[in-house]
């Protein structure tokens, strides 16, 4: 099976950052898309970023795109969220998340394996 493990949440004031990692056990992490997704009360899961498994090809929601670059570290099973000029509306739990397959996806559903989540809170 897959176990991720997210980490680097926290309160941030507004033009901040901060990076979050997610730590994935396994063997075969160079072979999986890697992706980010945001939840906040009452609302659905929001596809934040995506990286698919060689690296070569990003995806962003827009609200986030020019602010948040994903990345990864296959030799550390590692894949990263460096979120800057944090607002408010960036507010929620972020979980990691990995497809069974290499190529990303924007779609939160067709991400089988979640990491437990960390909250991200940004002050005005």
């Known amino acids: 099976q897959v176990r991720l493990v997210e980490s680097g949440g926290g309160l941030v004031p507004a033009g901040g950052s901060l990076r979050l990692s997610c730590e994935v056990s396994?063997?075969?992490?160079?072979?999986?898309?890697m992706g980010w997704l945001r939840h906040v009360p009452r609302k659905e899961p929001q596809f934040v970023a995506a990286?698919?498994?060689?690296?070569?090809?990003?995806a962003y929601a827009e609200s986030v795109n020019g602010r948040f670059i994903i990345s990864s570290d296959n030799a550390k099973n590692t894949a990263y969220l460096f979120m800057n000029s944090l607002k408010p509306e960036d507010t929620a739990v972020y979980y990691c998340?990995?497809?069974?397959?290499?190529?990303?996806?924007?779609?939160?559903?067709?991400?089988?394996?979640w990491g437990q989540g960390t909250q991200v809170t940004v002050s005005s």
């Open positions: 990286l698919d498994s060689t690296g070569a090809v990003h």
């Open positions: 396994g063997r075969t992490f160079n072979e999986r898309a």
């Open positions: 998340a990995a497809r069974r397959w290499g190529n990303l996806s924007r779609n939160p559903g067709d991400f089988g394996f």
